[in-house]
C-alpha cells in the first residue's frame, strides 16, 4: 500500500498543502509546533476515519474556517488505484468519498487504507496503568475482529448489570428473588468473557513471538522482550473457549461471598493485564526511556506484520517522535528493519543528523515551518 | 421554555414530553395540533386514554392486555395448551401472532430482568408462569426474549431457575437468531451474520 498523492485543505494549521511522498522512506523535519506530527495525523485519519490526538472532529478544521478536507491517491497491491477523501465540518456531518462516491457510514470506509501509527503514547501502553494497556488489546483485536466488538459490547453491559446486583446484595436491599438471578448473570459472563480471553491470549501469543523478533533487531540481539498475559485467573490448563468458560463458573464459585461482601465483579477481563519484560525485568518498573521506546517499537513493528499478514500488503508506517531516546545503532537498526518490510514510512524529527548519511540519501525530505511543507532540495 | 405557554397548554407539553420517544420540539407540536382539532376529536382522544386505562387488564392466565378477565387467545379452545411461548412483552405477542403460524399459548412476562433498572424476578410474571407450569399439562416452553444481555439473562433465569427445578421433563426451547428471510447477506449487520453461523444447520 503506497499513498502517491496527499492534499490537506484548511487542516489543521495548514492552508493548503500538496504532497508526493516516495515508496521508500518520507521525512518530516522542523522546529517544535510546525505541523510536522498533523501530517501523519492526516494519513492515520484516512485509514481510521478520525484522529487519536482529537477528542472532536472540529479540532482539525484550521481555526477560522467551516471545514476541513483531507484527499488522498493510494495505490494499492494489483495496481489499483483508489481516491479517497475525509471532509470534516462544523456544520455538516462527516462524510468520506471513495473514488467519488459519499459516505457518511464511516464502517464503510475504514480499513480502505491500512496504517500503524507510533506516537509518544504508546509509551504509555507500557508504562501506564492496566486499563491502558486493556484498552490497547481491545483496539488491536477489535479491528479485525467484530465479534470481539460484539462479545466486548455484552460483556459490559452485563457486568454493569451483574455489579448494580451485586451492590443490592452487598447493602442488603435487593430485592425478593434477585439472588438467585445471578447465576444467570454469571452464564452470561462466562460466556461472553471467556470469548474475550480466548482472543486476547491467542492475539499476545502471536504479537510476542513477532515483537521479540522485531526488538531483538533493534537491540541488537542484546535484549529479549517476553510479553506474558496475566488473566485475572489461571486458563493455562484450558486450551479453547469453552474450557475457559467453565474455569470462569468455577472461578465465579470461588469468588461468590467475597463479591457479595464487596458488591463488585472480581474477577474477568476487565481485569485484565499484560507484562512487557526485557531480559526477564518488568520493563515498566525496571526499564530505561530507551528500553521503554524500544519494546513500545516493536509492538508497533510487530503490529504492523501483523496487519499486512492479514491484508496481504505492508501497511503505511507513521513513526511520530520515535528517534528521541534511541541510541544510534537502534536508530540505523530501526531504518534496516522498516526497508525490509517494504512499508512505506513517514517519519517526523527535529533534525536530520539524528538519520544514518546512508538513510537519508534514498529518503525525501520535506522541511516544515508554519503550516508549509517544502521539499529539501538536498 | 414551558413558561412562555399559557398554564393549561404548558401542562399538555410537558404531560406528552413524558412519553417514550418524544422530545420537547414533538411534544410541543403534538400540543398545537390538539389545539386545533376540533373538540369531538379531543374528546375522543381523551376518552379513549381514560376508557384504556379502566378497562385494560392482564390476562389472569398469560398476563397479556385484555379488556376481560380471560384474553381472547387463552380463551380459544383451538390452541394448542402444550406449548407455551414466553415473550417479554405485549407488542412481542402481536408480532408472533401476525404471522399465524403459532398454534401454542403465550406468557407475557411484562418486562425482562434488569438490576440497573430495578427489575428482579418478582416484578415480572414469573409466578403465574410457574403455577402454569405445576397446574398445565405443558410439553414445550418457547423463550423468544429479545437477544439482548437482560433478554438472554431472562431466558436463562427461567430455564434454571424455573423449568428446570420442577423435573417435569418439559422441553425447553430458544428461537433462533440471525438472517432476515429475503434479507442480503452483504447488508446484514456482523453480530446477526455471527449469530446465523453459530446457529447454522444441516442441509436436508
Ligand atoms: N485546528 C488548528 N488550526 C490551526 N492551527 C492548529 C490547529 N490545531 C493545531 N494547530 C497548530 O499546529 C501546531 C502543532 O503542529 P504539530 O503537532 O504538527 O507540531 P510538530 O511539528 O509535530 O511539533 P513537535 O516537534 O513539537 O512535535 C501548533 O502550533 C498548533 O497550534
Ligand atoms: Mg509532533
Ligand atoms: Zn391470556
Request: aromatic letters at 6%.
Amino acid at each position: 500500500m503506497r499513498i502517491d498523492y496527499l492534499e490537506v485543505i484548511h487542516y489543521r494549521n495548514y492552508r493548503r498543502q500538496q504532497i508526493e511522498p516516495v515508496e521508500g522512506l518520507n521525512i518530516f523535519v522542523g522546529e517544535n509546533a510546525q505541523g510536522k506530527s498533523n501530517l501523519l495525523e492526516s494519513m492515520y485519519v484516512l485509514a481510521t476515519s478520525k484522529s487519536t490526538r482529537a477528542s472532536r472532529d472540529s479540532e482539525l478544521i484550521l481555526f477560522g474556517e467551516p471545514s476541513a478536507s483531507i484527499r488522498a491517491r493510494v495505490n494499492r497491491i494489483k495496481d489499483i488505484d483508489l481516491a479517497i477523501e475525509f471532509d470534516v465540518s462544523l456544520v455538516e456531518k462527516k462524510f468520506a468519498k471513495l473514488n467519488g462516491s459519499r459516505h457518511t457510514r464511516m464502517a464503510d470506509v475504514i480499513g480502505q487504507v491500512n496504517a500503524v501509527m507510533f506516537d509518544s503514547g504508546d509509551l504509555e501502553t507500557i508504562r501506564g496503568e492496566p486499563s491502558v494497556r486493556r484498552r490497547f488489546l481491545d483496539l488491536e483485536i477489535s479491528q479485525t475482529s467484530p465479534r470481539y466488538v460484539h462479545s466486548l459490547g455484552a460483556y459490559r453491559k452485563t457486568i454493569e448489570q451483574r455489579n448494580f446486583l451485586l451492590k443490592e446484595i452487598r447493602e442488603r436491599r435487593a430485592r425478593p428473588g434477585s439472588l438467585e438471578t445471578l447465576s444467570a448473570w454469571n452464564v452470561q459472563l462466562a460466556n461472553y468473557g471467556s470469548l474475550l480471553i480466548d482472543r486476547r491470549r491467542s492475539f499476545l501469543s502471536r504479537l510476542s513471538v513477532i515483537a521479540a523478533e522485531a526488538h531483538s533487531l533493534l537491540s541488537d540481539g542484546r535484549d529479549l522482550l517476553e510479553i506474558t498475559y496475566l488473566p485475572s485467573f489461571h486458563v493455562n490448563d484450558v486450551s479453547d473457549v469453552t474450557g475457559i468458560q467453565q474455569e470462569f463458573l468455577n472461578q465465579l464459585a470461588f469468588v461468590s461471598d467475597d463479591e457479595k461482601a464487596r458488591g463488585t465483579t472480581l474477577i474477568g477481563p476487565q481485569r485484565d493485564d499484560v507484562s512487557f519484560s526485557v531480559s526477564k525485568r518488568d520493563s515498566k518498573l525496571f526499564g530505561s526511556q530507551g528500553q521503554q521506546r524500544t519494546v513500545a517499537l516493536a509492538v508497533k513493528l510487530a503490529e504492523r506484520q501483523l496487519i499486512e499478514e492479514l491484508v496481504g500488503e505492508p501497511p503505511v508506517l507513521l513513526l511520530d517522535d520515535v528517534l528521541s531516546d534511541l541510541d544510534d545503532l537502534r536508530r540505523r537498526r530501526l531504518f534496516e528493519y522498516v526497508g525490509e518490510t517494504g512499508s512505506q514510512t513517514f517519519v517526523t524529527c527535529t533534525n536530520l543528523r539524528a538519520f544514518p548519511a546512508s538513510i537519508l540519501e534514498r529518503a525525501r525530505i520535506w522541511n516544515v515551518c508554519e503550516g508549509k511543507a517544502e521539499i529539501s532540495g538536498g | 421554555m414551558a413558561l412562555h405557554y399559557a398554564k393549561p397548554l404548558a401542562r399538555l407539553v410537558s404531560e406528552f414530553e413524558k412519553l417514550p420517544g418524544v422530545g420537547p420540539k414533538s411534544a410541543q407540536r403534538l400540543a398545537f395540533h390538539v389545539l386545533r382539532i376540533p373538540d369531538e376529536e379531543a374528546q375522543a382522544l381523551a376518552c379513549a386514554i381514560t376508557e384504556v386505562k379502566a378497562s385494560i387488564q392482564y390476562c389472569e392466565i398469560c398476563a397479556n392486555f385484555t379488556d376481560q378477565p380471560i384474553c381472547d387467545i387463552c380463551e380459544d379452545p383451538r390452541r394448542d395448551r402444550s406449548t407455551i411461548c414466553v415473550v417479554s412483552e405485549p407488542r412481542d405477542l402481536i408480532a408472533m401472532e401476525k404471522t399465524n403460524e403459532y398454534r401454542g399459548v403465550y406468557h407475557v412476562l411484562q418486562g425482562v430482568i434488569s438490576p440497573m433498572d430495578g427489575i428482579g424476578p418478582d416484578r415480572l410474571r414469573i409466578r403465574q408462569l410457574l403455577s402454569r407450569l405445576e397446574n398445565d399439562q405443558v410439553k414445550e416452553v418457547i423463550l423468544a426474549t429479545n437477544p439482548t444481555v437482560e433478554g438472554d439473562a431472562t431466558a436463562m433465569y427461567i430455564t434454571e431457575n424455573v423449568i428446570r427445578p420442577l423435573e417435569k421433563g418439559i422441553r425447553v426451547t430458544k428461537i433462533a437468531h440471525g438472517m432476515p428471510i429475503g434479507g442480503d447477506i452483504d447488508y446484514a449487520d456482523q453480530a446477526t451474520l455471527i449469530s446465523a453461523l453459530e446457529w447454522r444447520r444441516d442441509m436436508r
